[in-house]
């Protein structure tokens, strides 16, 4: 089984400010990662697939790099709608996994 | 619109059973993947069990394993989740989610999720 480890586990970061997160695959997945958001009372929402591929209607300032077992998620101007969990998950064969997610609160 | 509803969700006592269902719609069921996530309260996504489109592969977390059964019924457009000899560690929210097709393909759909208690 995969292990995702996300780095760091909390970000307090101010409006304006670009947020930066890490997801590392304990073996190679090639670009076979997701990244969702999720906000409180909400069901997760796809935000990149493929490491880098937006998914239909995320805004621009969301960008997804990386392949083999280091990824990134960047935001790149945090707006006051993008405080919330952000979950790296790997697809490359089941059992599927995913990392312990990074909270981006407001500083 | 594609929409997943989930329901069956309930107060259920160690060692019991219950029955999650997700009625689907807005796409055409057959043709795509569904997954089992779950969360358990202020924890993370914690994958659950995934199905193929016609049923015929599935798979499952070890921490389920041999307790829980998925399974779909394309005539209806619905997925289920079968869980039997539930613990406390159960205790999650259960979404239903939509895999996007293709192999290796994320889940680009959820549903609100139903709420699974597990006491005595």
């Known amino acids: 089984e995969i292990v995702l480890t996300q780095s760091p586990a909390t970000l307090s970061l101010s409006p304006g400010q670009r947020a930066i997160v890490s997801c590392r695959a304990s073996?190679?997945?090639?670009?076979?990662l997701a990244w969702y958001q999720q906000k409180p009372g909400q069901a997760p929402r796809l935000l990149i697939y493929d490491a880098s591929n937006r998914a239909t209607g995320i805004p621009a300032r969301f960008s997804g790099s990386g392949s083999g077992t280091d990824f990134t998620l960047s935001i790149s101007s945090l707006e006051p709608e993008d405080f919330a969990v952000y979950y790296c998950?790997?697809?490359?064969?089941?059992?599927?996994?995913f990392g312990g997610g990074t909270r981006v609160e407001i500083k | 619109e594609v929409q997943l509803l989930e329901s069956g969700g309930d107060m259920v006592q160690p060692g019991g059973s219950l029955r999650l269902s997700c009625a689907a719609s807005?796409?055409?069921?057959?043709?795509?993947?569904m997954n089992w996530v779950r969360q358990a309260p202020g924890k993370g996504l914690e994958w659950v069990s995934s199905i193929s489109g016609y049923g015929d592969k599935s798979a499952y977390a070890d921490s389920v394993k041999g307790r829980f059964t998925i399974s779909r019924d394309n005539s209806k457009n619905a997925l289920y989740l079968q869980m039997s000899s539930v613990r406390a560690d159960d205790t999650a929210m259960y979404y239903c989610?939509?895999?996007?097709?293709?192999?290796?393909?994320?889940?680009?759909?959820w549903g609100q999720g139903t709420l699974v208690t597990v006491s005595s």
């Open positions: 998950q790997e697809r490359t064969n089941w059992p599927l996994t």
């Open positions: 989610a939509r895999d996007q097709r293709g192999y290796n393909r994320p889940s680009d759909h």
């Open positions: 073996q190679s997945i090639g670009t076979f």
């Open positions: 807005g796409f055409n069921f057959e043709d795509y993947a």
